[in-house]
C-alpha cells in the first residue's frame, strides 16, 4: 500500500499541472455549488467531456474536486439567503441563515468551511482505510451479488430520497429500460432499435445525464422567477477561534463519522447523512431549544456530515464499481470514456490512479479551506450573476462539449431528448437521481442477473441464497417497507395537521 | 388540481408504453442457447415491473382525481404567473432546438452568438450593454478554448458558412 501511495504521489509532484486541475476544480465545484440549482451534480456532469483531452488519473482528479467543493459551495447560499445551493446543504440553512440574519454571516460561513475541511478530509481517510480492504473483499462477489447490489442501489435511493416511492421506482425502471436500447450484452440482438442504426450503440451516457441534469435544470430556471437582490455579498469569512473549535469538537467527531458511514451506503447519501447528523447534534445538546436560532453545532453538524459522506461516496464507487449517489454515477460515466471500469480490480491494475485520487480529495479538502477564507465573498458574488446570462450559457456548455466528446451531432440530439424527458420527469415529481443511477446500474444489473442464472443452471433458489446476495436482497426490500412507511407516516402526519387547522 | 390531471396522463403513458414495449421484447428473436434468459427476458422485468406500478400510480391518480371532483371546474384555469412561466419554457426549449439546427448549418459562431443574445431575452433581463458584451465575449472565449487549448473540432456549418468558419478555426 506503501508502495501505491509513494507512486501516487510521485504522479502528483511529477504532474505539477495536477494541483492547478484540483484547485480549479474546487473553485468550479464551490461556484457551481453556491448557486441554487446547479448543483455539483451540473458541474460534474459539464466538466465530463473536457475530461477527455487529460489521462484517465487527471480527469478523475478533476472530477473529484469538483464533488468535493460543490459539497461545501451550496452552504454558501444556504448561509446568505436561505436558498441552499444544493440538496445536501438544505439542513445548514436552518442555524445559517439565522446567524446571518444576526449580522454574523461571515462567521456562519467561517463555521461551515471549517467543519466542510474536516468532515472532508475525516471521510477522505476512511475512504483511505476501508476501500482497499473492500475491494479485496468484494474480489469474492459473484454475479449475483452484483446483481443484488445493483438492485439495492436502486430501491434504497428510490425508497430514502423522500418523495413518492413508486414514483422513484418508476424514474428507476425508466433508467433500467433506456439502458436496454442497442445490442444484447450476451447474445448481441437488437433491441428497441426501430432500425435506426445509431441506437445500435446504445444511448450514449454522457449526453443523456448532461442533458437529464444540465439542460433540465436550465429550462427549469427559464419558467421561475429569479431573483438575486436579497443576497448578503458584503462578507468576510471568519474561521471559528480555538476555544469555539473545542466546543464543536464532539458534534464534528459524531458527525462525521455519520456522515462517512451513511455516504458509503449506496443510494443514500450526503442529504440524508446531514439531517440525521443535525438531528443528533440536537439530541445530544444540553440546549436543543436554541437549535434553529444560529446556533454553531447547528451549522458544524450537517456541514461536516455532507463533506464526510463524499468521501464514503466513493468506496462503494472504486470498491464494488456501484454508485453511491448521483453525483458518482456522473462520475462512473467520466471513467467510462476513458476506459476504465470501476471495481475490485480497479485497486490492483490501476493503483496509481484510485491513491492519486485518494490524496488529490485530501489536498482538495485543504485548498477548499485556503480559497474559502479568502474567497468566500467573491462566491457570494456568483449569486448576483444574471440567469438570464449564466443560463443560456450552460446551455452552450452543454452543447459543445457534447459534440466535442465524438463529434457526432447524434449525442447533441440524445441530450436534447433526455433533457425534455429529464424536465418532464422533474415537473411531475419522479427523481432524477433514481432515474440516472437506473441508467447506469442496468447494464450491471442486467448481465449480472443473467450470467448468475447460466452459472446456477436457472435455479432461482441457488441465486438468491447465496449468502451476500441474499442480505443485499432483504436489504433492498427492508429500504421499500422503510420507504413505505416513512411516506404512510408523513401522510398521516399531513391529515393530522390538516383536520387540526381545519 | 392540474397537476393531479398531469400526473394522471403521465402514468396512463407510461402504462401504455411499458405494455407496448412489452410485447417488443416478446418479438425479439430467440437464441437456443439462452432460451430460458434470452434478449427479452431483463426488457420483460423492467417493462412489467413498471407497467404494473404506473397502472397503481394512474389508479391512486383516479381515486384522487374523484374524491376532489367539485375542484375540477377550475383544473384548467391558468394562472397570468403560470401562463408567463410556461411561455418562458417553451420560448427557450423553442430556442434550443433552432440553436441545435443553427449549430450544424451556420456552424459555431453564428449560431452561439445568435443563441446566446435571442435566450436572454428569455428571462428578464435589462442590461442591453452587457448582453451584447458577454455573447460576444463567451463566443470568443469557447472558440479560443476548444480549438486552441483542447485542439477538439467544433462544427463548421455548410456551404458559404463553412468558407466562414474556416477563417477561424
Not at chain 1, 450 to 459: A, E, F, H
Not at chain 2, 136 to 155: M, N, S
Not at chain 2, 157 to 165: Q, R
Request: aromatic share 12%; glycine share 10%; proline share 5%.
Amino acid at each position: 500500500m506503501l508502495e501505491a501511495y509513494g507512486s501516487a504521489i510521485a504522479y502528483l509532484f511529477g504532474n505539477p499541472s495536477s494541483f492547478l486541475l484540483i484547485i480549479f476544480s474546487v473553485v468550479w465545484g464551490i461556484a457551481f455549488g453556491s448557486v441554487p440549482g446547479l448543483t455539483g451534480i451540473v458541474g460534474v456532469a459539464l466538466l465530463i467531456p473536457f475530461t477527455f483531452v487529460f489521462d484517465p488519473t487527471a480527469g478523475l482528479l478533476l472530477l473529484s474536486g469538483v464533488y468535493v467543493g460543490s459539497t461545501f459551495g451550496g452552504s454558501i447560499s444556504a448561509i446568505l439567503f436561505n436558498t441552499p445551493g444544493s440538496p445536501e446543504a438544505a439542513c445548514t440553512a436552518l442555524d445559517g441563515y439565522p446567524m446571518a440574519k444576526k449580522g454574523q454571516a461571515g462567521k456562519a460561513l467561517g463555521i461551515a468551511l471549517a467543519s466542510s475541511a474536516i468532515g472532508g478530509i475525516f471521510g477522505t481517510i476512511v475512504l483511505m482505510l476501508l476501500a482497499p480492504p473492500m475491494a479485496q473483499f468484494a474480489l469474492n462477489f459473484g454475479p449475483p451479488e452484483y446483481f443484488a447490489l445493483a438492485v439495492l442501489g436502486i430501491t434504497a435511493i428510490s425508497a430514502i430520497g423522500g418523495g413518492s416511492v413508486l414514483k422513484g421506482l418508476v424514474a428507476g425502471l425508466l433508467g433500467l429500460g433506456i439502458a436496454t436500447v442497442g445490442l444484447d450484452p450476451i447474445t448481441g440482438t437488437e433491441r428497441y432499435t426501430f432500425g435506426n442504426l445509431s441506437l445500435l450503440t446504445g444511448i450514449s451516457f454522457v449526453p443523456a445525464i448532461i442533458g437529464t441534469f444540465a439542460l433540465a435544470e436550465v429550462l427549469q430556471r427559464a419558467g421561475e422567477r429569479t431573483s438575486t437582490a436579497d443576497v448578503i455579498t458584503d462578507v468576510s469569512t471568519k474561521l471559528p477561534s480555538m476555544k469555539e473549535f473545542l466546543a464543536t469538537r464532539y458534534t464534528l467527531l459524531r458527525s462525521s463519522s455519520i456522515g462517512a458511514f451513511i455516504g458509503a451506503l449506496p443510494g443514500v447519501g450526503a442529504t440524508t447523512a446531514a439531517f440525521i447528523s443535525y438531528s443528533e447534534a440536537v439530541r445530544w445538546s444540553k440546549r436543543p431549544q436554541d437549535f434553529g436560532t444560529g446556533v454553531a453545532e447547528g451549522i458544524a453538524a450537517p456541514e461536516s456530515a455532507n463533506n464526510s459522506a463524499v468521501g464514503g461516496s466513493m468506496i462503494p464507487l472504486l470498491a464494488l464499481g456501484i454508485p453511491g449517489s448521483a453525483t458518482t454515477a456522473v462520475m462512473l460515466g467520466g471513467l467510462t470514456i476513458h476506459g476504465i471500469i470501476p471495481g475490485p480490480l480497479l485497486m490492483e491494475t490501476n493503483t496509481q490512479l484510485v491513491y492519486t485520487v485518494f490524496i488529490g480529495m485530501f489536498i482538495a479538502n485543504i485548498l477548499m479551506l485556503v480559497f474559502g477564507i479568502r474567497a468566500a465573498r467573491y462566491f457570494a458574488l456568483v449569486l448576483k450573476a444574471p440567469y438570464a446570462l449564466v443560463g443560456p450559457a450552460i446551455v452552450v456548455l452543454c452543447m459543445t462539449g457534447v459534440y466535442a466528446l465524438n463529434s457526432n451531432i447524434v449525442d447533441v440530439g440524445v441530450m436534447l431528448a433526455m433533457g425534455a424527458f429529464g424536465f418532464l420527469l422533474r415537473k411531475l415529481k419522479y427523481p432524477i437521481a433514481s432515474f440516472v443511477i437506473g441508467l447506469v446500474l442496468g447494464p450491471i444489473a442486467e448481465r449480472s442477473l443473467r450470467q448468475g442464472l447460466v452459472i446456477s443452471d436457472y435455479d432461482y433458489w441457488d441465486f438468491v441464497s447465496r449468502p451476500i446476495t441474499a442480505v443485499l436482497l432483504i436489504a433492498s426490500l427492508v429500504s421499500l417497507i422503510y420507504g413505505f412507511y416513512g411516506q404512510w407516516k408523513r401522510h398521516q402526519d399531513a391529515q393530522a395537521a390538516k383536520m387540526a387547522a381545519g | 388540481m392540474a397537476h393531479r390531471l398531469l400526473d394522471l396522463a403521465f402514468a396512463s403513458l407510461l402504462f401504455g408504453l411499458s405494455i407496448f414495449l412489452w410485447f417488443v421484447a416478446d418479438g425479439f428473436p430467440e437464441s437456443r442457447r439462452f432460451a430460458q434468459a434470452d434478449a427479452d427476458f431483463w426488457p420483460k422485468i423492467i417493462f412489467a415491473t413498471m407497467a404494473l406500478i404506473t397502472g397503481i400510480l394512474a389508479i391512486r391518480s383516479v381515486l384522487s382525481l374523484r374524491q376532489s371532483g367539485e375542484e375540477m371546474a377550475g383544473a384548467f384555469t391558468m394562472t397570468a404567473d403560470f401562463r408567463a412561466s410556461a411561455l418562458r419554457v417553451c420560448a427557450m426549449g423553442a430556442l434550443i432546438l433552432i440553436y441545435f439546427v443553427a449549430f450544424q448549418h451556420l456552424g459555431f459562431i453564428l449560431a452561439t452568438f445568435a443563441f446566446l443574445m435571442l435566450a436572454s431575452f428569455v428571462i428578464p433581463y435589462k442590461n442591453n450593454v452587457t448582453r451584447v458584451i458577454f455573447a460576444a465575449c463567451f463566443t470568443v472565449v469557447l472558440v479560443l478554448f476548444f480549438t486552441q487549448a483542447l485542439e477538439l473540432p467544433l462544427p463548421r456549418g455548410s456551404g458559404v458558412f463553412y468558407d466562414l468558419n474556416v477563417l477561424f478555426y
